[in-house]
């Protein structure tokens, strides 16, 4: 039995110490919203963030989180206490249309907000660096880059 906190709650796992969390969270607990897409930690569509950093559920093992804290898009939003139920990153990839197929999307909102926690004020290039981890297959970077920068606005002025 493993302890884990995803989103703020606690739950006990059963599972090998080697399962991958990606596994965990979908099969086990229902949260489907971290995407499976390559299985070696090289898309980023299973991003989350462990202790407050992006981390590849794919590639992240059940015992590597033992006590951690584990957001994952369900619970975005609650991790900065927005009263309106989205997170400035959320709400600007619906304002600039970011998504076409949307699978992706999860992972580089995650990898987006953990960059922005660290650089709310971010150049084309910053943005660049911080995303070519994460594939759209779909090519949607320009108004990913433009949702990014709209949030980071957001989040500078509070």
Not at 10 to 26: A, I, K, M, Y
Not at 54 to 64: A, D, G, H, N
Not at 104 to 115: D, H, K, L, N, Y
Not at 140 to 154: D, H, M, Q
Request: proline fraction near 4%; charged fraction near 20%; glycine fraction near 10%.
């Amino acid at each position: 039995m493993t302890s884990i906190v995803v989103n703020k709650t606690s739950f006990d796992v059963q599972g090998r110490d080697e399962t991958p969390l990606l596994w965990v969270l979908r099969d086990t607990l229902k949260l489907s919203g971290t995407k499976y897409g390559c299985g070696s930690g090289l898309c980023g569509a299973c991003t989350v963030h462990v202790d407050g950093k992006p981390l590849r559920s794919c590639q992240t093992s059940l015992s590597e989180v033992s006590g951690k804290a584990i957001t994952t898009i369900e619970g975005l939003a609650a991790s900065v206490s927005k009263k309106d139920g989205e997170h400035p990153l959320q709400k600007a990839w619906i304002d600039e249309q970011v998504p076409q197929c949307g699978y992706c999307q999860p992972g580089q909102i995650m990898t987006a907000s953990g960059f922005l926690s660290r650089n709310n004020n971010p150049t084309d290039e910053d943005i660049d660096n911080a995303m070519r981890m994460n594939i759209c297959r779909c090519g949607t970077y320009p108004r990913l880059k433009k949702a990014i920068k709209s949030a980071a606005k957001e989040i500078q002025n509070g």
